[in-house]
T-cell receptor, first 118, second 112 residues
Framework: AQKVTQAQTEISVVEKEDVTLDCVYETRDTTYYLFWYKQPPSGELVFLIRRNSFDEQNEISGRYSWNFQKSTSSFNFTITASQVVDSAVYFCALSVPPPSGGSYIPTFGRGTSLIVHP | DSGVTQTPKHLITATGQRVTLRCSPRSGDLSVYWYQQSLDQGLQFLIQYYNGEERAKGNILERFSAQQFPDLHSELNLSSLELGDSALYFC???????????FGSGTRLTVV
């Protein structure tokens, strides 16, 4: 069965600091998808990125970057020059092929609460 | 606006009651997923429908049921409610089974 571990329950930083949120996943499948979602205080889940297991290229989007390393089963998320608006809970998720047809169902980590102080 | 619409946004009800949560998927998406988010359990997958048919079941209680209608909207029915059912219930949709899940803003259920 697949599993996602976000060991950091809460991270507190001061604005403009860089911060990395860790995500470690477990699966025996060779094909899978990884995701990051943001949940701001308003409660909605906002999609940030999707990465498939065959694409280990790191990705950068503005102040956000993601480091995918299959060798360590990690998909870490870095925010550069953090801002107060980045304060939210961030979830990492893993989606693997179903055992016998059917659907990919994303499994979520417990989330990391990021607090950015002004 | 994600394109996935959930109603109502908030719901307060008493123990033992029954409620219905509604979800309209993003236009063109055939799959609907229901998740429950509670403080102690995190985001738990409940059930998934694809084009009107149930496709996957997760940790869904027998007191809970769901369906997807021909217009692709879905409803999650929660009955004999208990205090522990208080949670944020999310619906997500995707264009095909596999990837690209878009979440609605959730329904916050409070059972008193």
């Amino acid at each position: 069965a697949q599993k996602v571990t976000q060991a950091q329950t809460e991270i507190s930083v001061v604005e403009k600091e860089d911060v990395t949120l860790d995500c470690v996943y477990e699966t025996r499948d060779t094909t899978y998808y990884l995701f990051w979602y943001k949940q701001p205080p308003s409660g909605e889940l906002v999609f940030l990125i999707r990465r498939n297991s065959f694409d280990e290229q790191n990705e950068i989007s503005g102040r956000y970057s993601w480091n995918f390393q299959k060798s360590t089963s990690s998909f870490n998320f870095t925010i550069t020059a953090s801002q107060v608006v980045d304060s939210a809970v961030y979830f990492c998720a893993l989606s693997v092929p179903p055992p016998s047809g059917g659907s990919y169902i994303p499994t979520f980590g417990r989330g990391t609460s990021l607090i950015v102080h002004p | 606006d994600s394109g996935v619409t959930q109603t109502p946004k908030h719901l307060i009800t008493a123990t033992g009651q029954r409620v219905t949560l509604r979800c309209s998927p993003r236009s063109g998406d055939l799959s609907v997923y229901w998740y429950q988010q509670s403080l102690d359990q995190g985001l738990q997958f409940l059930i998934q429908y694809y084009n009107g048919e149930e496709r996957a079941k997760g940790n869904i209680l027998e007191r809970f049921s769901a369906q997807q209608f021909p217009d692709l909207h879905s409803e999650l029915n929660l009955s004999s409610l208990e205090l522990g059912d208080s949670a944020l219930y999310f619906c997500a949709s995707s264009v095909y089974v596999g990837v690209g899940y878009t979440f609605g803003s959730g329904t916050r259920l409070t059972v008193v």
